[in-house]
């Protein structure tokens, strides 16, 4: 049981092996344990404001769905943000995100409002790297989304990437733990443009 | 601006020809230009190709290559430039005049790297690949304890510098970091607290790292809690305090920091901010009235920062905060409760709190936010009452005060955070206490909610509290009359399904309940046990080798209660039970070894 219920669902999208529950389960099992696994204990727990919303995630593996299209349909019109993982070390796992990033775009419409980020895992596994990162990049830009190489297997770069997500979240406060992380951000590039 | 094309013209010759006195004059007009009118005068040159033919004047032996680097710097505070200064080739050698000795090249430099990297990725990864960063650290760590005002505007250069590099962007963060640089900042920060743009440009840069996780235990080490509440102290400005606060949020989230920071006096800051704000309606003094109260709560997240702030209970910090909870203001309202709920984490300062009158004043603030209430404020003087009924000592003080009628105003509520902890509050409530078990289970109202809470599936946590309150309202009281109430509200359904839950907690604690229903009112409850198909989830739970021990053992104790039930035993004789059971016999388990020779018996006789 979470401990707070404000719904904020996170859609993991990605093909089979890309890595998609490993970094979930690095996410979950790390550093924001205490308020992400379900928990049943009758202690005393931490309390921080209730705008401060705690999200559920939700994985579908795009390999898998292909059976299920009334399913993918479902996690995106549900979600409230979208994770798109591939492998570096595998192209055919990019490709498989286009028609994925498509139905997003179809179903939810004006997708610049909404939290997308593009995810290279396994930049461990650089000698056998198929996909560079500026090709990633400049695909997230034609997506307008953000974009980021993670390892699961080191936890680089995991929970960043969570926090990544929430901090593109326009529409309403969502934070792992404290807010105003990204207004933070502009104000403090507009106080630096020029200063050099 | 016909001079200007003319002066590229001739730039374009003598760069080439490397005449040094022409040359000068047509930099020197290129600057004045660029002074007048940055952005036109950016794209006439881009036009001319003349960004190409810099590199070559960037060279160590040039003697003009602090005015090139000063143009390059202008010109790159343009977006549209950015990339094609990286594409002219001009970051390696840029990132080479870094290793001068002369205090104006370094400058130049500095501002025209800084500047490419401003919002600029291409830019970014040209210097990480020529590899600008440790370079400025080392300047930054070697040049830092020197005071005079030159050396203070290059550091200021440097640090801007590392920060548009490192912006937005958590690999090259961890590079810096990697690289050593937080303690030279730190160090950079006590040393020049006098110089403002300095002192500006440190904290813009700890903001940028503070975000990394990796980042925090670094901060851990230095004396930045120090140095920032230090800082804090001087600063009478919104906009410099708002700054420090910035950097202060995201390394308050490092346990350690934050009872460094409590060590270093923040609190006492904070709480005079408070004091000065609250009755402000400018907008500046509201944000930072709610930027100072948030971070008061943050401090006590920690176990150890919140245990040392209590100071059993007669801490002036803490008898402040206790003051914020009767004021008229909501984010005060909010905060004071929120450190209530925090404060409230372990059972002596549960009871000391419950002893010295706290349950009062947060039935209080609920009074005055039933109708049309702060939905945050109702949260966390809710969290706040949880916390503290769960020393048993505190629930039948917290039941005579009335606590439960206070908390049932809120069960209209459409908010699940409320509906949450009203179902956690009331939960710890009746834990071990018969009688207020009894008077809740009999009211149908709350029933009625609970059951229809219980559907809530958007809302694991609402879902799975309701559930847990209707098992613990019979289990408490053992009631016939809270199981009739149950029943007729439609509850059984709900109870069946909670034993199949991914928590055995929750599981057992829906088998114990069953089974007291079982014991207390069969004839009432069968139907409804027969329609959730309870018997087939038994046997499943009993065939099922993952199940726990307890939940095995309070399975086969159930079944044999429900043998009292004539179409509840048909369905028992009609399912195979005798091979799970008789299977284990032979568990690992003693208890349930026992049970099931027990159960198999019964079974037996009874077939």
Not at chain 1, 30 to 58: A, H, M, N, W
Not at chain 1, 119 to 128: A, L, R
Not at chain 2, 465 to 485: G, Q
Request: charge should be negative; charged fraction near 25%.
């Amino acid at each position: 049981m979470p401990e707070q219920s404000n719904d904020y669902r996170v859609a993991v999208f990605g093909a089979g092996g890309v890595g998609k529950s490993s970094l979930v389960l690095r996410f979950v099992k790390g550093t924001f344990r205490e308020s992400y696994i379900p928990t049943v204990e009758d202690t005393y727990r931490q309390v921080i404001s209730c705008d401060k919303s705690i999200c559920t995630l939700q994985i579908t593996d795009t390999t898998g769905s292909h059976q299920f299209p009334a399913m993918q349909r479902l996690s995106i019109s549900k979600g409230h943000a979208f994770i798109l993982v591939y492998s570096i070390t595998s192209r055919q796992s990019l490709e498989e995100l286009k028609p994925i990033y498509e139905q997003i775009c179809e179903i939810k419409g004006d997708v610049e409002s909404i939290p997308i980020m593009l995810v290279g895992n396994k930049c461990d596994e650089s000698p056998s790297r198929e996909v560079q990162s500026s090709e990633a990049e400049a695909l997230a830009r034609t997506w307008k989304c953000a974009f980021m190489e993670t390892s699961a297997k080191l936890n680089h770069n995991v929970k960043e990437l969570f926090q990544e997500l929430l901090n593109l979240e326009k529409r309403r406060t969502v934070s792992l733990q404290i807010d105003g992380k990204k207004s933070k951000q502009q104000k403090r590039k507009e106080k630096l443009k020029g200063k050099c | 601006m016909d001079n200007l094309s003319d002066t590229l013209k001739k730039l374009k010759i003598t760069a080439v020809d490397k005449t040094e006195d022409s040359l000068e004059g047509c930099l020197d007009c290129l600057l004045q230009a660029l002074a007048q009118n940055n952005t036109e005068t950016s794209e006439k040159i881009q036009a001319s190709g003349i960004l190409q033919l810099f590199a070559s004047l960037l060279t160590p032996q040039s003697s003009c290559k602090a005015k090139v680097a000063n143009i390059i710097a202008e010109v790159a505070k343009n977006e549209f430039m950015r990339i094609p200064c990286v594409d002219a080739g001009l970051i390696s050698p840029l990132v080479q005049l870094l290793n001068s000795k002369d205090q104006e090249v370094l400058l130049q430099t500095g501002r025209a790297l800084g500047n490419i990297c401003y919002d600029s990725h291409e830019g970014r990864s040209a210097v990480d690949q020529a590899g600008g960063a440790q370079i400025v650290i080392d300047h930054l760590r070697s040049l830092c304890s020197i005071t005079d005002p030159a050396n203070e505007k290059l550091l200021t250069v440097f640090c801007g510098m590392l920060m548009n590099y490192s912006n937005e962007n958590d690999s090259l963060q961890a590079q810096l970091i990697n690289m050593g640089v937080i303690p030279t900042l730190v160090k950079l920060l006590g040393i020049h607290c006098q110089n403002a743009a300095l002192t500006e440009m440190c904290l813009v840069a700890f903001g940028n790292l503070a975000e990394l996780e990796s980042s925090k235990e670094q901060f851990a080490s230095t004396n930045i809690a120090e140095e920032l509440v230090k800082l804090f102290k001087k600063q009478i400005e919104h906009d410099k305090r708002e700054m420090i606060f910035e950097v202060l949020a995201p390394l308050a989230e490092n346990d350690a920091i934050k009872l460094q920071l409590v060590e270093a006096g923040l609190v006492e800051c904070l709480l005079e901010i408070v004091q000065q704000k609250v009755d402000s309606d400018k907008e500046d003094d509201i944000t930072e009235l709610k930027t100072g109260s948030d971070l008061m709560v943050l401090l006590l997240l920690g176990d150890e920062s919140m245990q040392k702030l209590f100071e059993g209970g007669k801490g002036s910090v803490f008898q402040r905060v206790l003051s914020w909870i009767p004021s008229n203001n909501h984010q005060l309202q909010l905060a004071g409760a929120l450190a209530i709920a925090n404060f409230a984490r372990n059972d002596a300062n549960c009871i000391h709190m419950v002893d010295n009158g706290i349950v009062e004043k947060l039935m209080d603030l609920l009074d005055r936010h039933v109708e049309d209430g702060n939905v945050t404020v109702q949260h966390a003087a809710l969290s706040a009452l949880r916390n503290l009924a769960i020393p048993v000592i505190n629930k039948a003080k917290m039941l005579s005060a009335g606590v439960t009628e206070a908390v049932l105003k809120f069960l209209k509520s459409e908010m699940p955070p409320v509906q949450f902890k009203l179902l956690g509050t009331l939960r710890m409530l009746i834990d071990a206490q018969a009688e207020a078990a009894e008077q809740l289970g009999k009211n149908v109202k709350l029933v009625e909610r609970l059951v229809e809470w219980c559907e809530a599936k958007d809302h694991a946590g609402v879902m799975g509290e309701s559930n847990r309150l209707l098992s613990a309202l019979i289990r408490h009281s053992k009631s016939k009359d809270v199981i009739k109430t149950i029943v007729q509200s439609g509850g059984i359904k709900h109870l069946v399904t909670m034993a199949t839950s991914e928590h055995v907690i929750m599981q057992n604690e829906a088998l114990v309940a069953l089974a007291l229903i079982a014991a207390l009112e069969l004839g009432t409850a069968e139907k409804d046990l027969e329609s959730a198909k309870l018997v087939q989830i038994l046997h499943r739970l009993l065939a099922d080798e993952r199940s726990a021990p307890e939940i095995k053992y309070n399975s086969m104790v159930l079944i044999c209660a429900l043998m009292g039930s004539e179409c509840l035993h048909k369905e028992v004789q009609d399912l195979a039970f005798l091979d799970v059971v008789s299977k284990l016999r032979s568990h690992e388990n003693k208890s349930v070894a026992q049970q099931a020779s027990l159960t198999e018996q019964r079974l037996t006789v009874e077939s």
